[in-house]
């Protein structure tokens, strides 16, 4: 399982932890303090699986004292669990693949959608606490909602509110 990792992300024979770093390792799980040999173990777990201590050291080129605490310190954080032990100890991830994944922030018409879905509708004082924003930015982010066809208003003036198409 390990050669078909690192035949996927190396094609060109050059070491699996050069092309990865950069792409993969960094940008899944930069949320987590973990080291490269961590980062790697992660994506491997993630698109096989499981690990065993003998496929980690063969991945990060380590000893199995290095292979077992960097396991062991994973298992303590709750990212990934163990099965049996000692000689056929193997490892899966305790949480969903996208769970690993760092939350990408929303945009603040995002929020307010998000809002709207939840609670049926806005008003302009809703948008300011919900945004921490003042009242002419809430009432131009949801003019330029309602302008693009994503919210509708309905009301005048202090009674208006805006509803999902």
Aim: hydrophobic content about 35%; proline content about 4%.
């Amino acid at each position: 399982m390990v050669d078909e990792l690192i035949k996927q992300y190396n094609a060109e024979g050059q070491d699996v932890k050069k092309n990865m770093t950069h792409k993969e390792l960094n940008d899944q799980f930069a949320s987590i303090p973990l080291n490269d040999r961590q980062r790697l173990a992660l994506v491997y777990l993630r698109n096989n699986g499981q690990i065993a201590n003998s496929e980690y050291q063969r991945l990060n080129h380590v000893d199995s004292v290095t292979a077992n605490r960097d396991l062991n310190a994973f298992v303590h954080s709750g990212l990934i669990k163990q099965h049996k032990s000692k000689r056929w100890a193997y490892y899966t991830l305790s949480v969903s693949p996208e769970a690993v994944k760092p939350e990408v922030p929303q945009t603040d018409e995002e929020k307010i959608l998000d809002y709207v879905k939840r609670y049926g509708s806005i008003k302009n004082s809703e948008c300011c606490q919900a945004l921490g924003i003042n009242s002419s930015q809430a009432w131009y982010l949801l003019k330029k909602l309602s302008s693009k066809g994503l919210l509708i208003p309905q009301g005048e003036k202090r009674w208006k509110r805006y509803i999902l198409p």
